[in-house]
């Protein structure tokens, strides 16, 4: 008898400022089903972020120790702070059959794509380079010299688009949801995802 499949592994990235947050909270909002992996960082919390919901925020001392009990299933260190997705909470849903959202810089996504390379990974990029930089700035969370960092680094970052599975561009953020919601739908009727279902059909007893 074939094995119903486990759940989909959803990796959302793209450059800083490219809105894959609010994608993610729009996707969160469609499906509340689906589990959401909370990432650890080391950096301090923005206005209206919350431990436990936004990020679980650690001392580099914690997050190194995870690091080295193999607690991660992927990290990086991005502009001077780690960040890393804890690793037993997305196995355990995945095995469960639900689907898992992880929304997460491109390094850690290429890491996980190593492990996973059965995941989703969906590649967010704004409608040009002129409107990520009005975004970053309409943010004002970050230092004018953090600002310039993630700008220079932004033409780089779309090199890495051709390693993703899907590139969704995202000029209105609903928009754009729904064109990830539409990839989900595809993705979950794929053969190799979906074949349990013949082998039912074909043990059925009369």
């Known amino acids: ?6 759940g989909l592994l959803i990796v959302v990235s793209g450059p800083s400022g490219a809105g894959k947050g609010t994608i993610c909270e729009i996707l969160r909002e469609k ?17 209206g972020e919350k431990d436990g919901s936004s990020y ?12 080295r009990r193999d607690e991660l299933l992927e990290y990086a260190e991005v502009y001077g702070n780690y960040y890393g997705t804890p690793k037993k909470y997305v196995l355990d849903q995945l095995r469960e059959g639900r689907d898992v ?3 997460i810089d491109i390094q850690g996504a290429l890491q996980i794509k190593k492990r996973f390379p059965e995941g989703v990974f969906i590649f967010i990029v704004p409608p040009s380079l002129k409107e990520l930089s009005a975004r970053i700035y309409k943010r004002r969370t970050d230092s004018e010299e953090v600002i310039r960092k993630r700008l220079s680094s932004a033409a780089a970052e779309l090199e890495y688009a051709a390693e993703y599975d899907y590139i969704i561009v995202n000029d209105v953020a609903e928009k754009a949801a729904g064109k990830v919601l539409t990839v989900l739908d595809a993705e979950r009727y794929r053969v190799a995802r979906t074949y349990f279902i013949i082998d039912e059909i074909c043990h059925e007893k009369g």
């Open 1 to 6: 008898m074939a094995k119903k499949p486990e």
């Open 31 to 47: 499906l509340p089903e689906m589990g959401y992996s909370v990432s650890v960082t080391t950096r301090a919390p923005r206005s």
């Open 56 to 67: 679980f925020f650690k001392s580099t001392y914690e997050v190194k120790g995870m690091i």
């Open 101 to 103: 959202l992880i929304e």
